[in-house]
T-cell receptor, first 115, second 110 residues
Framework: DVKVTQSSRYLVKRTGEKVFLECVQDMDHENMFWYRQDPGLGLRLIYFSYDVKMKEKGDIPEGYSVSREKKERFSLILESASTNQTSMYLC??????????????FGPGTRLLVL | GEDVEQSLFLSVREGDSSVINCTYTDSSSTYLYWYKQEPGAGLQLLTYIFSNMDMKQDQRLTVLLNKKDKHLSLRIADTQTGDSAIYFCAERFYGQNFVFGPGTRLSVLP
């Protein structure tokens, strides 16, 4: 079974703090993704990575950065947290197989509250 | 650009069938997916359909795809309280580009 884990289920931070969200997958997947989930907006892609040290901006990268130093680990960084970054953050991973039903496997999510 | 739409809420009585609908704008997707999210959890893949199919059945789940109308639906037969969750429709394009709908919250009433 694919396992995607996220370092925290709940986080409370203050405005201006630097926040690290960690994601680890154990299936040797090439692709990793960070989404935020807000009511009525579904999932919005922040950043994704298709290889170690590679990253691509998603739909809403502003205010975020990422790091992929090892294949299994993808970190999301909020350099200076703001209240509008209060959200549920979901990490996902997927393999390289094309032309197949290869899906994204999701972690349990981190609910971040910025005060 | 790609856009996926779903109604946000659906209520059904236990034992009835649920039908969750999804419409999309870009027909170049390769696969379409239904994910289920239970409270406090991530998304789990429920089922998927290849874009050149029009129907897929998997136990209580039936997926219908109308490519002409760009409409995807998920029917859950004999809905149970354990089916209460948020259901996301998603399109996958070539490569790993996924686009998700806003999710439909299904409430199953006793």
């Amino acid at each position: 079974d694919v396992k995607v884990t996220q370092s925290s289920r709940y986080l409370v931070k203050r405005t201006g703090e630097k926040v690290f969200l960690e994601c680890v997958q154990d299936m040797d997947h090439e692709n990793m993704f960070w989404y935020r989930q807000d009511p009525g907006l579904g999932l919005r892609l922040i950043y994704f990575s298709y290889d170690v040290k590679m990253k691509e901006k998603g739909d809403i990268p502003e205010g975020y950065s990422v790091s992929r130093e090892k294949k299994e680990r993808f970190s999301l960084i909020l350099e200076s947290a703001s209240t509008n970054q209060t959200s549920m953050y979901l990490c996902a991973s997927s393999g390289l197989r094309q032309g197949s039903k290869e899906t994204q496997y999701f972690g349990p999510g981190t609910r971040l509250l910025v005060l | 650009g790609e856009d996926v739409e779903q109604s946000l809420f659906l209520s059904v009585r236990e034992g009835d069938s649920s039908v969750i609908n999804c419409t999309y704008t870009d027909s170049s997707s390769t696969y379409l997916y239904w994910y289920k999210q239970e409270p406090g959890a991530g998304l789990q893949l429920l089922t998927y359909i290849f874009s050149n199919m029009d129907m897929k059945q998997d136990q209580r789940l039936t997926v219908l795809l109308n490519k002409k109308d760009k409409h995807l639906s998920l029917r859950i037969a004999d809905t149970q309280t354990g089916d209460s969750a948020i259901y996301f429709c998603a399109e996958r394009f070539y490569g790993q580009n996924f686009v998700f709908g806003p999710g439909t919250r299904l409430s199953v009433l006793p």
